[in-house]
């Protein structure tokens, strides 16, 4: 008889997220214990080792360089000002001194000491952030268009994300007991039942979007659940679009895994969208694969089942019909980097943040800078799914002294940024990242520079192309839906996939396996040249792809 897997065990005996997470967290080691591990995640808390470390550790027989890497779970990317300044100071006091932006539009802090830890996520509550639910078993961080537009669709959109994060935070007294000294429950009869995720939660973990009709900077099709606010031309809101099923992680030379977008499921109306998403999730949570992780996610419960099917079985748990999906516009992706109008009389600065890492260093004082214009001028700030950061709420007359003060850390205004650079996304990987397999965000900075003075030579400097780079085909920077997907295989070998679309809606196709990372310039040089020559008015380089004969030609053989 096939058993369920042992993170499911582990749940169900968690005692609503529990285990001994306390009781560890009070012994003087640096690591916790197997099953713990699998519960911190529920509380946006990974253990990782410092990869960098491992071989002179290896040699000399020393412990392994335990730490922590906390997440924060931000709806809509929002986080206020204090909230971002009490981070700031922790990534110093209690982590690697850096701040990352992650691609759903939390932050991340890494490095942290067991030691640490409980102070850092106690700070977290008290400058009233969270980490509960940032990773585990279940909804992750919602998101929605960063922009802060006063217009009716935006407000919907963020207000929806709120509601959807508030139903999906999971019912539990662990979270305030471990981090913030809340009451202790020991005893079993004080087990609180979750009403959604019962005690055994989701099969896996499960995502959730929210976007503005045309604006498709979530990457909607890449989530689990994507929800659309459809408005009458008097801008009132008339229900919400549904999509269901996307996801991207994969293992390489396993088919049976693969990305997957999300498909059209239903419109439902205004007051039915908090019943629907629970439907939705109860059908995952009853239905989802729990003996194998590796196909647990609702991409593989819709794949097998098929979308009429689930359709169907979401009615049944919601206990009402659906109605056919309302035709959408088609999507553009936004990125609202620069200075834009909000709609209400104030502005907000987009500042691109190379892979989210906010950090001071030779070249710029972000870190420095982000800080000083938030004390100063008492702003809050959203992460967008591109791993930037927009200043909102801005008065105008302060932008040109946040410019001047800006430029005084060196922080480069959008104009100057390549558009390669401003279309990049990397993924953590090396040296936190317990699963990658090669390098990514250390890599792809050098690999932009390199391909951005060839597009220019080329008279491609105008042209926007997306790039995105993964240590592993988890997927974590979302590279299926880019243009230019390069997914780490081992130490120095990427797969390259070509022909995503510039609004994130297809995904690419496999171009070139295990290339060395110093061959990828020239794997691609003999694309941007074909380009450069045949390139139809206004074509993007994901489209031209799947007409080039170069492209056609895609090999799976190992270059060199
Ligand atoms: Fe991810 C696991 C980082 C967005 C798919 N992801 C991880 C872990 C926690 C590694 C681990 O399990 O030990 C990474 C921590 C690295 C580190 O050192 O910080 C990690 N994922 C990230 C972040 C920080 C990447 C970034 O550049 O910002 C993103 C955090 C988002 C957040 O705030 O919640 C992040 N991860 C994503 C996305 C993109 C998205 O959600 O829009 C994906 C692809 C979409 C999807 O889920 O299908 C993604 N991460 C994965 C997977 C593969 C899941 C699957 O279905 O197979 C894993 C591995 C796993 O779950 O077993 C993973
Ligand atoms: Fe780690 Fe892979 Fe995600 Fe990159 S894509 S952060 S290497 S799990």
């Keep these: 008889m096939p058993q369920p897997s042992k993170v499911e065990r582990i749940k169900a005996q968690s005692n609503a997220l529990r285990g001994s997470i306390a009781e560890e967290l009070a012994e003087p080691t640096e690591r916790f214990g197997e099953d713990d591990l699998q519960l911190l995640k529920f509380h946006g808390i990974y253990q990782q080792e410092d990869r960098d470390r491992r071989k002179a550790i290896r040699e000399t027989g020393e412990q392994k360089a335990y730490s922590f890497m906390v997440r924060t779970k931000n709806p809509g990317g929002y986080a206020p000002g204090a909230f971002y300044l009490a981070l700031d100071e922790l990534a110093d006091s209690h982590a690697n001194g850096t701040l990352r932006v992650t691609t759903r539009q939390g932050f991340q802090l890494h490095g942290v000491h067991k030691s640490d830890l409980k102070e850092t996520v106690a700070t ?37 994300a709120h509601a959807i994060a508030d139903l999906l935070t999971p019912r539990t007294g662990a979270y305030y007991e471990i981090w913030q000294d809340g ?57 919400y679009d549904l999509f269901a099923g996307g996801g991207l992680g994969m293992t390489h030379r396993k088919p049976d895994t693969f990305a997957r977008l999300a498909d059209e499921l239903g419109f439902v109306e205004p007051a039915d969208l908090l019943p629907f998403v629970r439907a939705i999730v109860e059908v995952q949570r009853d239905y989802g694969d729990r003996l194998n992780r590796k196909h647990a996610r609702m991409k593989y419960t819709i ?97 040109a002294s946040i410019e001047s003060l800006l430029a005084e850390h060196g922080v480069r205004p959008v104009e100057s940024i390549s ?15 317990g699963l990658a397999l090669a390098e990514s965000e250390r890599a792809l900075p050098g690999l932009v520079d390199v391909l951005e ?17 993964t240590g592993c085909p988890n997927g974590c920077a979302r590279p299926a839906t880019a243009e230019i997907g390069i997914v780490g295989v081992s130490a120095d070998r990427y797969n390259i996939s070509l022909g995503g679309s510039a609004n994130s809606t297809r995904l690419n196709q496999l171009y070139r396996e295990l290339v060395p990372a110093a061959e990828i310039a020239a794997v691609l040089d003999p694309l941007f040249i074909d380009f450069a020559r045949e390139r139809e008015p206004g074509e993007t380089f994901g489209d031209y792809c799947l007409r080039a004969p170069i492209a056609k030609t895609a090999s799976t053989e190992a270059v060199a």
């Design 124 to 160: 977290i509550g008290e400058s009233l952030g969270t980490t509960l639910g940032a990773c585990g078993d279940i909804n992750r961080n919602v998101m929605a268009p960063a922009a802060p537009f006063a217009a009716p669709a935006y407000r919907i959109a963020r207000e929806a």
């Design 183 to 239: 009451e202790l429950v020991h005893s079993t009869e004080a087990k609180e039942e979750d009403p959604i995720y019962r005690d055994v939660y989701l099969p896996r973990k499960f995502k959730i979007a929210v976007a503005v009709a045309g604006d498709n900077s979530v990457d909607i099709y890449t989530n689990d659940i994507g929800i659309v606010p459809v408005l009458s031309d008097v801008n009132v809101l008339v229900g």
């Design 303 to 399: 794949a097998d089942r098929g979308i009429e099917w689930f359709r169907a079985e979401v009615e049944r748990y919601a206990g009402k019909g659906m109605k056919p999906f309302v035709a959408l516009p088609p999507w553009e992706h936004r990125d609202y980097l620069g200075w834009n109008e909000q709609g209400d009389g104030r502005l907000f600065l987009g500042l691109s943040i190379e892979n989210g890492r906010i950090k001071d260093d030779a070249r710029a004082r972000t870190k420095s800078a982000l800080r000083e214009v938030l004390a100063r001028y008492d702003l809050d700030v959203v992460m967008t799914p591109h791993q930037n950061v927009l200043l909102i709420d801005v008065p105008r007359a302060a932008r």
């Design 419 to 433: 558009l390669l650079e401003r279309h990049a996304m990397a993924c953590p990987a090396l040296p936190t990242c």
């Design 453 to 469: 003075a060839r597009l220019a030579e080329l008279g491609l400097a105008g042209v926007p192309i997306s790039i995105r780079m």
